[in-house]
Nanobody, 115 residues
Framework: QVQLVESGGGLVQAGGSLSLSCATS????????MGWYRQTPGKQRELVGT???????NYADSVKGRFTISRDIRKNTLYLQMNSLKPEDTAVYYC?????????WGQGTQVTVSS
């Protein structure tokens, strides 16, 4: 069983920054690829970015250069640093991973960017 718990969401003005955390259970953070997704009402969940088990990152074009994924292996925690936020970044953000062909998701954390 894998547990993922996001935190750090909130309300921020356009141009501001927020840092999200995803606390993971066990050592999944170094054994599997992980990702951040986001979802707004009525839309499909969309990929924000991923980090491989060995630390390589990849980002959606919409956030490239503004968002950064990192991890603290000692704390089993994944991070999403979001800078230069835009109103269109408003969404519920989820972290996810896959283990033994099963996808795991956190409960999500709301990010609201005001204009």
């Amino acid at each position: 069983q894998v547990q993922l718990v996001e935190s750090g969401g909130g309300l921020v003005q356009a141009g501001g920054s927020l840092s999200l955390s995803c606390a993971t259970s066990g050592t999944i953070i170094v054994l599997a690829n992980m990702g951040w997704y986001r979802q707004t009402p009525g839309k499909q969940r969309e990929l924000v970015g991923t980090i491989t088990y060995d630390g390589k990152t990849n980002y959606a074009d919409s956030v490239k250069g503004r968002f950064t994924i990192s991890r603290d292996i000692r704390k089993n925690t994944l991070y999403l640093q979001m800078n230069s936020l835009k109103p269109e970044d408003t969404a519920v953000y989820y972290c996810t991973t896959r283990k033994l062909s099963r996808d795991y998701w956190g409960q999500g954390t709301q990010v609201t960017v005001s204009s």
